[in-house]
């Protein structure tokens, strides 16, 4: 068999035939978007709007996070964490366009960039508490 140049091709070659391709399908990709860059309600350390005494029993060991919305004012935001053996709340303030625990500590754009710089740097969450986040207890861990 002769092509058009004049070369010989095995029987086998047909360069005017087009092998079918199936589509494969790939998964969907994973954002990119580090988990501190994330709104607040996609946190798997927020937990919305859960009573004070479900947020006690769920935090157990020394450092033991979570972020909840207050229940009695909506809109407030709340971190609780387990210290010297007591459930301590602290009110997250939103003070300049920036939320922070006190006056005296660093403050953010976020919530989770407050978040993400006290449990990565090991930050107090105020000079007066000295308590440092370390575990945070997430819906996931929990089956929700």
């Known amino acids: 068999m002769s092509t058009r140049s004049g070369r ?24 990119l978007v580090p988990a501190s860059q994330r709104p607040l309600n996609q946190q798997d350390w927020f937990h919305g709007a859960i009573p004070r005494q479900e947020t ?40 300049n366009n920036k939320y922070q625990f006190d006056s005296e500590g660093s403050s953010f754009s976020t919530i989770p960039l407050l978040i993400n710089h006290h449990l990565k740097r090991r930050a107090v969450l105020t000079k007066k508490s000295q308590i440092i986040i370390r575990t945070a207890i997430t819906k996931v861990s929990l089956g929700w």
Not at 8 to 31: N, T
Not at 58 to 78: A, C, I, Q, T
């Open 8 to 31: 010989k091709e095995s029987p086998s070659y047909r360069p005017d035939v087009i092998c079918p391709v199936r589509p494969i399908k790939l998964p969907a990709p994973v954002p």
């Open 56 to 95: 006690q029993a769920l935090l157990s060991r020394e450092g033991d996070f979570l972020v909840r919305e207050s229940h009695g004012k909506p809109g407030e935001y709340v971190l609780s964490v387990m210290a010297s053996g007591q459930c301590r709340h602290f009110i997250i303030q939103f003070l």
